[in-house]
């Protein structure tokens, strides 16, 4: 097979020397990558010259888009002043400071201390080291397992992945660890019994996470990850008052909850936090991604009093803290991310998010939701997905081995959309959250072109099945 790509490209330098996360790594062998060469807004461009809307802000992250001046020299001026220092032993620096005050004074409840990391995999990571910690200073080395829910997404790392409730982070990882347990996803379009309301559905839901508490034992079950809206699950939306259906079964028991604010924080949902947007409580709050618009890696893990008691319990019990990183609070990301939440203020981003995506919810279901391979359209703000289905009326999903949100995004390329197949060919959306309406009219007309040509192309199988 010829390869689509020239000797000594760049596309031929990346197979032969990268090895790519969230890839058929065989099959990259053949078809190479896409090169992205820069951005600016909302916008990218190959290194063909070939222009793209962003559908997805990278990967749910760059909020402010793919340009912006003050972010840039925000990072020259720390560069030049204190490019780099760390936070172990009781040192400290002015931007990691200032980040924190920030980041206290912004969380949706009240909120004690913050620690930094580098991703959200790795914040996700710290803050179930803490919950174990926290639990021994309690006094209950027993009461260690994490719940997180099928179709979940907390990241990569090896408890972290464990937390993730998605098969393709377990199989040939030796995933999940032992002690991590996951229960129903609130996808009320799939798991919704005929006749069921969504509050009831709610209901069932909390009953079945009381049932799988009691089964493992309340005293061994120490905190439940949720994310607002389960965003790789396929932007799964909560059904109508599951929060607040949930949170009961937790405080009866004494689990902490944590909320994975990584894709949902910064007004991504139409609030500051997509916490707020459900009702949640949680104990621990965990944010990365459009914290620095990802202009350079940082994530955040903010406690609340309870929790930084018994962790600062233990450390004296002990003598240290003994979990930290390197660039734990780096200055540069930290500086970016200070300016970055500036940013947001002055623009009143959520605001912008609440006016335009409005526009876009309806839109996409305007456009869409009558379409015969669209099963669902769901979201809320800017973050939404369309679900493609075989049977519409059956709500019956393709078969994997079809592969056709991989075939969904190769004819959306060819369109000028970078868009993101997820869990049963749902197809995402979460654009930069500074897209105006106009742009979202012209990411809606790429997407549906895409959509068309997916049906013609499916039809034609159906007439002459690829071998």
């Not at 609340?304 to 609070?329: C, M, P």
Request: neutral net charge.
């Amino acid at each position: 097979m010829t390869p689509p790509y020239a000797a000594n490209s760049a596309a031929a330098r990346d197979v032969a020397n990268v090895l790519h996360p969230y890839t058929d790594l065989k099959s990259h062998l053949d078809t190479g990558p896409l090169v992205i060469a820069r951005g600016k807004g909302v916008r990218v461009w190959d290194d063909a010259g070939k222009e793209y809307i962003e559908a997805m802000a990278g990967l749910w992250c760059a909020a402010l888009g793919f340009d912006n001046e003050r972010l840039v020299q925000a990072a020259v001026k720390q560069m030049r002043e204190l490019p780099y220092y760390h936070g172990f032993t009781g040192r400290s620096h002015t931007p990691m400071i200032d980040l924190a005050e920030m980041l206290i004074q912004r969380a949706p409840v009240p909120m004690s201390k913050v620690f930094f990391a580098n991703s959200g995999s790795e914040a996700n990571d710290s803050a179930i080291k803490m919950i174990w910690y926290a639990n021994n200073a309690w006094g209950r080395p027993q009461k260690k397992k994490i719940i997180g829910r099928v179709r979940g997404y907390h990241g990569i790392t090896i408890a972290s992945g464990s937390a993730t409730g998605q098969a393709a982070n377990h199989k040939a990882f030796d995933l999940p660890l032992p002690g991590f347990i996951h229960t129903l996803c609130p996808t009320y379009y799939h798991e919704g019994k005929e006749g069921e309301t969504e509050e009831q559905f709610s209901m069932r839901c909390a009953e079945e996470l009381e049932k799988l508490i009691l089964a493992e034992g309340p005293d061994t079950v120490a905190a439940m990850f949720c994310e607002p809206i389960m965003g790789a699950g396929g932007v799964v939306v909560p059904p109508r008052g599951y929060f607040q259906a949930i949170q009961p079964v937790l405080k009866k028991y004494d689990i902490l909850l944590v909320a994975d604010e990584v894709i949902c924080g910064f007004g991504r949902t139409g609030n500051y936090w997509g916490t707020q947007t459900y009702g949640m409580e949680p104990d621990i709050l965990v944010c990365a991604k459009a914290l620095s618009n990802s202009f350079l890696p940082i994530s955040a893990v903010m406690v609340n009093q309870r929790v930084f008691d018994g962790l600062a319990a233990k450390s004296h019990e002990i003598g240290t803290f003994g979990h930290g990183f390197t660039y734990s609070g780096h200055p540069v990301p930290a500086a970016v991310a200070i300016e970055t939440l500036k940013i947001y203020d002055e623009i009143d981003i959520v605001g912008h998010v609440r006016e335009v995506g409005a526009y876009f919810q309806s839109e996409l279901r305007r456009r869409f939701q009558d379409h015969p391979l669209v099963g669902e359209v769901r979201g809320i703000g800017l973050i939404g997905a369309v679900e493609l289905v075989e049977d519409k009326a059956a709500r019956r999903n393709f078969p994997p081995a079809r592969k056709v949100g991989a075939k969904f995004v190769k004819l959306a390329e060819q369109q000028g959309l970078i868009s993101r197949a997820m869990v049963l060919d749902s197809i995402g959306f979460s654009p930069p959250l500074v897209i105006t309406k106009s742009e979202i009219g012209e990411m809606l007309d790429r997407f549906g072109r895409a959509l068309d040509e997916l049906a013609v192309q499916l039809r034609r199988e159906a007439i002459a099945p690829v071998a």
